[in-house]
T-cell receptor
Framework: DAGVIQSPRHEVTEMGQEVTLRCKPI?????LFWYRQTMMRGLELLIY????????DSGMPEDRFSAKMPNASFSTLKIQPSEPRDSAVYFC?????????????FGQGTRLTVV | GQSLEQPSEVTAVEGAIVQINCTYQ??????LSWYQQHDGGAPTFLSY????GLEETGRFSSFLSRSDSYGYLLLQELQMKDSASYFC?????????????FGKGTKLSVIP
C-alpha cells in the first residue's frame, strides 16, 4: 500500500478563498483523523471518522471548517472562508480496527499558507 | 479531557543516552504511545505501553508508571538522525470509540 495520501502538499491562498484538502486513507483502515499542527498549539485533533461516520468534531475550530468522508477511500477538509490564522500543516491519519495500541499512519501533510 | 506535558527541547551528544519524560492527565487511560517526527515529515509510530514497566525496541525503550501517570522514552547510542521531535500520546475511548491526543512534543537536538 502507498500509505496515506494527501493532496495538495502545499497550498497558498488568499484570505477569503475556499480551501479543500484531500486525503486517501490506507485501504482497509476504518478510522480517519484530521490534525492541524502549529508551533504554538502542537498537533490538534480536528475531527475523526469511524466507518465514514464523523464521531467527534469538537476540535473543529469554527463553522468555517467542515469535513466529509463520502466513502471509505476519500475524505476532505474544507475551510471557507480561509483566514491567515488557518495557516498550518494539516495531517490526515488512518488506523485499522484493533486494540487501542494499533498505530496510526500519517500522510505527509498539507502545508497551508493563507495570505 | 486529556492533557500531556513534556519538555519542549532537549539537547544531547552523539553516542549518549537521553530520556524524554511525559506526564499525563486523562480519563479512561488505556496506555501511552510515542511518535517521532522529523522536520518537514509526518509523525511515525515508535512504541506503545499498556502495562507498567519498560519495553525495549532496539536503541529505543519506553517506560510507563500508571500509578504516577508518567512515562518516558529512552534513546540510547544517540545518532545524528535521531534529531527530531518526539510526541507522547494517549488513545482515548469516548462513546465506545477511539481518538489519539498528542502532547506538544519534545524537540531533540543531537550534537557531535
Amino acid at each position: 500500500d502507498a500509505g496515506v495520501i494527501q493532496s495538495p502538499r502545499h497550498e497558498v491562498t488568499e484570505m477569503g478563498q475556499e480551501v479543500t484538502l484531500r486525503c486517501k486513507p490506507i485501504s482497509g483502515h476504518d478510522y480517519l483523523f484530521w490534525y492541524r499542527q502549529t508551533m504554538m498549539r502542537g498537533l490538534e485533533l480536528l475531527i475523526y471518522f469511524n466507518n465514514n461516520v464523523p464521531i467527534d468534531d469538537s476540535g473543529m475550530p469554527e463553522d468555517r471548517f467542515s469535513a466529509k468522508m463520502p466513502n471509505a477511500s476519500f475524505s476532505t477538509l474544507k475551510i471557507q472562508p480561509s483566514e491567515p490564522r488557518d495557516s498550518a500543516v494539516y495531517f490526515c491519519a488512518s488506523r485499522g480496527t484493533g486494540a487501542v495500541d494499533t498505530e496510526a499512519f500519517f500522510g505527509q501533510g498539507t502545508r497551508l499558507t493563507v495570505v | 479531557g486529556q492533557s500531556l506535558e513534556q519538555p519542549s527541547e532537549v539537547t544531547a551528544v552523539e553516542g549518549a543516552i537521553v530520556q524524554i519524560n511525559c506526564t499525563y492527565q486523562t480519563s479512561g487511560f488505556y496506555g501511552l504511545s510515542w511518535y517521532q517526527q522529523h522536520d518537514g515529515g509526518a509523525p511515525t509510530f515508535l512504541s506503545y505501553n499498556a502495562l507498567d514497566g519498560l519495553e525495549e525496541t532496539g536503541r529505543f525503550s519506553s517506560f510507563l508508571s500508571r500509578s504516577d501517570s508518567y512515562g518516558y522514552l529512552l534513546l540510547q547510542e544517540l545518532q545524528m538522525k535521531d534529531s527530531a521531535s518526539y510526541f507522547c500520546a494517549v488513545p482515548y475511548s469516548g462513546a465506545g470509540s477511539y481518538q489519539l491526543t498528542f502532547g506538544k512534543g519534545t524537540k531533540l537536538s543531537v550534537i557531535p
